[in-house]
């Protein structure tokens, strides 16, 4: 007799109040973080937070951006890591608000953009360009 078997390429699923939630991991990898740092056109702004380097189009983008990888509740590091920043320690909620005032403003990701130019050879710690 035949035992009838489910094809292998079927993706585990569970039952969580009514929803079924798929089990299969993320497509990405990690090797498509690196295609996310090259400007696309429209991108003028940039997260200069400790070697993040990420294109956004918008100042509101990068404070989002920021505010959530960055100064998340698991991942924020109780100091402000933006470069050309004092590292502070602050409280999340008072970083937050330092982020937007200081760092995600037009006229502050602009004025970093361009100190980032001038400064590729001068004291970039983490920088092997």
């Known amino acids: 007799f035949f035992f009838q078997s489910t094809p292998a390429t079927s993706i585990p699923t569970v ?3 009514g929803q079924q939630i798929n089990l299969q991991p993320p497509s990405y990898t990690a ?7 090259m400007k ?3 991108q003028n702004f940039m997260c200069l937070w400790q070697s993040c380097k990420k294109w956004f189009q918008t100042p509101s983008q990068v404070f989002y ?3 959530t990888e960055h100064g998340g509740k698991d991942v924020y590091p109780g100091q402000c890591l ?3 920043c004092e590292p502070f320690q602050r409280q999340r909620f ?4 330092h982020l937007q005032d200081k760092h995600c ?3 502050a990701l602009l004025a970093g953009l361009k ?4 400064g590729q050879a001068g004291n970039q710690k983490t920088s092997t360009k």
């Not at 090797?31 to 740092?37: C, D, F, G, K, L």
């Not at 008072?94 to 608000?97: H, Q």
């Not at 100190?115 to 001038?118: G, I, L, R, S, T």
Request: without cysteine; hydrophobic residues 25%; charged residues 25%.
């Open 15 to 17: 039952q969580v109040q």
């Open 31 to 37: 090797a498509s973080q690196h295609a996310e740092q």
């Open 40 to 42: 696309k056109p429209g």
């Open 65 to 67: 951006h920021a505010a």
């Open 82 to 84: 933006w470069e050309g």
């Open 94 to 97: 008072s970083f937050i608000t």
């Open 105 to 107: 403003s037009r006229d």
């Open 115 to 118: 100190q980032d130019e001038h």
